[in-house]
């Protein structure tokens, strides 16, 4: 009976085929793999890092005056802060705050951005107008004004950061989706699909949304690193995590009364941002070469 | 064409209407008292009392939007509780400085951002290209308050080159005012050494500005070139015996100018957004600096001023830039 | 005002534009306008609204203080009150009438006379705008009760004795009443124009007013008052620098592109006391760090654990939070107020007693949490709030610490039902009256942010009313030291420090005279000089 039906290789050789061509296409380009290499790393840091920093309780309200401000050494490799506490591990433990930060905002754009960038673009007509109108309004303002106001209204903390950015995140998925979504509309697959009868949903599920995902997927993964980006912002005016809850822009902002005489404060969080985004953004832009190579300009 | 520009000019109407639904719904979610604020931290109830009759504030929240509406149609923002004089004032002494810094970091993000996407796109996939595209990424990744405190580390406090903050130093009288931006003002009366004086104050917050802005005009730069490279038309010039050199700056730029004042439209009203945090770093005292402060403060209608100020702007550069191509690309004429 | 020598970097900014680097001048240390000099000070509050009767925070009264004149001023540490617009003064036996005689020569910038109808009239300008400094006297002054008896005598009746009366004179700047009528739009007593304009008598007048930026002050030549510092000495000016960043403001003092700064991080200011070429400036403050519970919900209704948390916090944290520049609180009052007493038994750290005072509450073990709110942006009660949730969890007490901005803060604590547990609250008192402080514990308090205890106490009610009107001043104090022993006994609060107050200045600074009854950061511009060539 095994005999009889082809194995898993053989029934998705075409799928395996296109991988193997995306994962060496993209294991060609060396910023790719620096970003895959950073992205991983991050991933790794977030999931253990409770279990590989040396002092895990300094990030959860320890204090220790008497060692407060000390230069990076053997036993504080990053220095340690006005309270005492290893920067160290504040850096690596804010790695889980940060994840958790991007994954939510990108990940509540994209369930309220697609659904209606998909509607938007295969409705067309009075949906389409009322939903980009909408859409537009957000896109008019630079998302960190509007979330400085939310988070100011709201008061600072992770969560209201994260409200505050959603609510200013999700048009660009709309966008991004409608174009695709009212190109796809009259392809022929569509039409023929809409002349045998197949019910909208169908026809959005099976035939619209698949054909969306590589530009969502790019998106998505350069996104990640631009909201971590934006929400250190946020604690960096004073917007930001509550303390004593590790957050990269929220050391900054205290740590830049230090400066510069206790440069590692600010220093080492900075660097972690930069490298995190950074990541993110060769990462997205390894994956827009090989899943969205004719949008790659701009 | 002149239908096009009407339909265009009522839309943004309408979005700013959104815009404004959207500031007052936000100002008003949280319980909060700008009035104690601005009373003092001694006032007795009744004064803060007085304060907030004085500004509205006592009247239920729909009367005080259809005030808001109304003061907007006649050109009133509001008045600031913090500052006690009208936001339009407030804006207007604030703006030209914001405007400015964006001035300067465009021009940077030009001058720099278009060579560099030449260079990158002739030496397409060699060493310099690939340095150039890493750096293009790591501009965008730059926490740029951040990056912004370290140069100004580095080149004020350490190297003492430059000022830390500021736009101009303490005991230069700024120039006759003209349009409030210190660089024209002093430019159009000559005093060279107040221009200098501001330039060095203008250089590291215009430098941190226009970083994501020039990754991008760097980005397009070095895609139209590089197909400008790859057309017919470049391989028959070249064939006319043209030189490599000479086909290179005089074609690809031509072609390169639309795509950079689009991404200079687009980019328009994001980076007055972005001053947001440079300002913060550097005291520079914009719009951004205004917004933040009166944003932690918690008085709100600085904070929609602004924000409907950038708003504008940027729905204003995006008409411009279709406006722009429609002019220069008919095609698009009919595209609502 | 042509005359400022070129310092080194504004060099190198001439440089950019057009000559070359010839005039380089490597080591300014001040601004100069010909032989004189101009003083610059940096600090990181703006001066949005300069009108003396409308606002007052430290960088405001600064400059208030130096373009306006007041009937008196405080000076000196212990504070006194000397004479200034008025030379002498007197009052009744119950304290209700006060008569102030004007000295003959005091004139505004403009040139107009200073005279008793001036003061009639900001001081009813104050009344009437009802802002500002208006609390002070509003319960006892009607503004008709105010009378200009000659051109040099005032007299104000009031409703009732008020033994502090005087207290709150210094802080009643006199405007010029003709040139605020000729700027009056829509009945607003000027308020719009002297926002950022002024019409002084001070020892400086403005020149140019960028409120979030530069404040430039000119010295007045002829001062009516005259220089105490000789004529020869005197500023040309002075500068208020606002720069929001201390490492701005620390690097601009070692440039010596300031001459004195304020607002320094203590760490800074470690570092900085010794370097060459600095002097500090290190006094006893007068504002007052609390953390003030919430005695009517919750967990900390019950006093046992209010005496819980009192007792297990880090008082000495406090102190090194500050590098030792603190010193705690040995009663609710500050030192420097009239009848303060040191209170036996004020709580220090001791855990043991903590644990007890815990075990008589109705949450013997712990195991709830607190809200700690401060306001945001504000660093030392950041970090006070993580020492507070350190010193906490001993008793198994968890403490979830938030950063509100201060008009949210101040809205939620006016009512009992949504006052956080926990506030960190500092109070400044602006002159020594010590009602103003005793008052914190008063039921009328409910609704002011030093009132988010929302303490209710009829022997403390009884004893503050009492003592307020009460004008023999040893029968005052002895109700005073039975308030503050009941209000420790009480623990409304976890009675912190008193943070020092500090500048840096250059060594070419003289004629700093500090006075506890200033506010936090102001300093009183009109004695010092620069000494140097």
């Known amino acids: 009976m095994s005999a009889t039906r082809p194995s898993f290789a053989q029934r998705h050789a075409a799928t395996l085929r296109q991988l193997r061509f995306y994962a060496w296409s993209f294991g060609r380009s060396p910023s790719s793999m620096l970003g895959l290499a950073i992205v991983a790393l991050f991933f790794a840091l977030a999931a253990f890092g409770p279990w590989i920093v040396p002092y895990p309780l300094d990030a959860t309200g320890a204090m220790n005056l008497g060692n407060r401000l000390k230069p990076p050494s053997a036993a504080h490799w990053f220095g340690t802060d006005e309270m005492g506490n290893d920067l160290y591990s504040r850096v690596i433990l804010a790695t889980r705050t940060s994840l958790w930060v991007g994954l939510t905002i990108v990940g509540a754009a994209t369930v309220v951005g697609v659904p209606l960038g998909i509607a938007a673009g295969y409705f067309g007509g009075a949906v389409r107008a009322a939903i980009m109108r909408v859409t537009d309004v957000f896109l008019s303002v630079p998302g960190i004004v509007l979330a400085l106001a939310i988070v100011a209204a709201l008061g600072p903390g992770i969560l209201n950061g994260i409200i505050a950015l959603a609510i200013v995140w999700w048009p660009g998925y709309v966008r991004l989706v409608e174009a695709k979504a009212l190109a796809l509309r009259n392809e022929p697959f569509v039409e023929a699909a809409r002349a045998v009868g197949a019910s909208h949903a169908r026809i959005l599920a099976v035939h619209i949304l698949p054909n969306c995902t590589s530009p969502i997927i790019v998106k998505a993964s350069m996104d990640m690193g631009l909201a971590m980006l934006a929400a250190a912002s946020l604690g960096f005016i004073g917007l930001g995590a509550k303390p004593p809850a590790p957050e990269w822009g929220a050391m900054i902002s205290v740590a830049r009364t230090y400066m510069p005489n206790w440069w590692w404060y600010a220093v080492f969080p900075g660097f972690a941002i930069y490298l995190t985004v950074l990541g993110f953004n060769l990462f997205g832009d390894g994956l827009r070469d090989i899943l969205d190579p004719k949008s790659s300009r701009g | 064409m002149i239908l096009f520009v009407l339909k265009r000019v009522a839309l943004t109407g309408l979005m700013l209407f959104g815009l404004v639904c959207i500031t007052f719904t936000v100002s008003n979610v949280a319980p909060s008292d700008p009035a104690a604020l601005a009373a003092g931290p001694d006032a007795t109830r009744d004064m803060v009392e007085t304060i907030r009759r004085e500004y509205g504030l006592d009247r239920p929240l729909p009367e005080q939007f259809v005030r808001y509406l109304g003061g907007l149609l006649q050109g009133d923002l509001g008045r600031s509780i913090v500052t006690t004089r009208p936001v339009t004032q407030d804006l207007a002494r604030y703006f030209p400085a914001t405007l400015e810094l964006v001035l300067l970091s465009m021009t940077l993000g030009v001058l720099v951002g278009v060579p560099m996407g030449m260079v990158s796109a002739v030496l397409k996939n060699r060493a310099p290209d690939h340095a150039t595209r890493f750096v293009a990424v790591s501009l965008v990744a730059l926490p740029a308050f951040w990056f912004g ?146 944003a932690i403060a918690g008085d709100f209608k600085p904070v929609m001023g602004v924000t409907l100020l950038i708003g504008l702007n940027f729905m204003i550069a995006n008409l411009i830039v279709d406006i722009l191509y429609g002019v220069l690309d008919p095609r698009l004429r009919t595209a609502p | 005002m042509t005359h400022f020598t070129i310092g080194r970097r504004s060099a190198i900014a001439a440089g950019v534009g057009a000559a070359g680097l010839l005039a380089a001048d490597p080591a300014r240390a001040f601004e100069r306008d010909g032989n004189r000099k101009i003083m610059v000070f940096a600090g990181g509050q703006p001066v949005p609204v300069l009108d003396p009767h409308v606002r007052y925070d430290w960088s405001t009264r600064m400059i208030q203080q130096s373009v306006y004149d007041a009937l008196a001023k405080y000076v000196n540490d212990p504070p006194q009150i000397v004479p200034w617009l008025a030379e002498r003064w007197e ?260 855990l043991d007693r903590a644990r007890q005072f815990l075990a008589q509450s109705r949450f013997a073990s712990g195991g709830f949490e607190l809200e700690y709110v401060h306001v945001q942006g504000l660093e030392d009660p ?152």
């Open chain 3, 382 to 533: 950041r970090r006070i709030g993580l020492t507070l949730l350190n010193s906490l969890q001993p008793l198994n007490i968890r403490v979830n610490i938030v950063a509100q901005p201060w008009p949210t803060m101040v809205s939620r604590g006016s009512r009992a039902e949504t006052a956080p547990d926990m506030v960190s609250v500092y109070v400044t008192p602006v002159s020594t009256d010590p009602d103003v402080i005793a008052g914190k514990y008063h039921t009328r308090a409910h609704g002011n942010f030093w009132g988010m205890h929302h303490l209710t106490d009829q022997q403390v009610n009884a004893w503050v009313d009492a003592a307020r009107v009460e004008t023999d001043e040893a029968k005052r104090n002895q109700l005073y030291a039975d308030i503050q022993r009941r209000v420790v006994d009480l623990q409304p609060e976890v009675f912190g420090m008193l943070a020092n107050r500090r500048w840096l200045m250059r060594d070419h600074v003289r004629g700093f005279a500090y006075c506890p009854l200033r506010l936090t950061g102001e300093i009183d511009v009109h004695p010092m000089w620069i000494d140097a060539a």
């Open chain 2, 149 to 294: 405190i370290l140069l100004q580390l580095l080149f004020s406090v350490q190297l003492e080159w430059l000022p830390t903050s500021g736009r101009l130093e303490v005991a230069t009288p700024p120039p006759p005012p003209l349009t409030g931006m210190l660089l024209f003002d002093s430019l159009a009366s000559g005093q060279w050494a107040t221009f200098g004086d501001a330039l060095s104050h203008a250089v590291l917050p215009a430098l941190v500005l226009s970083f994501p802005c020039l990754a991008s005009i760097l980005r397009v730069n070095r895609a139209e070139m590089i197909e400008v490279l790859g057309s017919d038309y470049v391989t028959a010039a070249r064939a006319h015996g043209i030189s490599r050199l000479r086909v290179v700056c005089v074609l690809a730029l031509r072609n390169a100018m639309l795509p950079t004042l689009a991404i200079i439209g687009l980019r328009w009203g994001w980076m007055l957004g972005s001053t947001v945090l440079v300002e913060t770093v550097f005291d520079w005292p914009g719009i951004g600096l205004y917004a933040v402060s009166s």
């Open chain 3, 91 to 350: 009052t009744n036996a119950d304290q209700t009438v006060w008569t102030f005689h004007l000295v003959g020569n005091a004139k505004f910038h403009n040139g107009d006379p200073l005279d008793a109808e001036a003061v009639r009239y900001s001081f009813e300008r104050g009344l009437r705008l009802n802002k500002g400094v208006a609390w002070m006297l509003k319960d006892v002054l009607a503004p008709e009760a105010i009378q200009a008896l000659d051109v040099r005598t005032v007299r104000f009746t009031l409703t009732r004795p008020m033994p502090s009366f005087l207290t709150f004179i210094p802080l009643w700047f006199i405007v010029n009443p003709k040139q605020v009528q000729a700027n009056v739009a829509n009945n607003d007593w000027g308020e719009a124009w002297l926002t950022t304009n002024a019409a002084g008598s001070g020892p400086f007048r403005l020149r140019r007013f960028e409120p979030q930026s530069i404040i430039h002050l000119d010295a007045v030549a002829d001062y009516w008052k005259g220089w105490p510092q000789g004529e020869q000495r005197r500023l040309s000016g002075f500068i208020y620098r606002i720069v929001r960043e201390p490492a701005a403001r620390r690097a601009l003092l070692q440039r010596g592109e300031a001459d004195m700064i304020t607002e320094i991080p203590a760490d800074d200011f470690e570092q900085l006391k010794t370097a060459r070429g600095i002097r500090p400036a290190d006094h006893r403050g007068m504002t007052t760090f609390a953390i003030t519970m919430n005695t009517t919900k919750g967990p900390t209704a019950d006093i046992n654990v209010r005496k819980a948390i009192a007792h297990a916090f880090d008082y000495d944290a406090l102190i090194q939070i500050h590098n030792g520049a603190a010193t705690l609180m040995t009663s609710p009052f500050p030192e420097a107020i009239p009848g303060h007493v040191q209170v036996p038994g004020m709580p220090r750290r001791d």
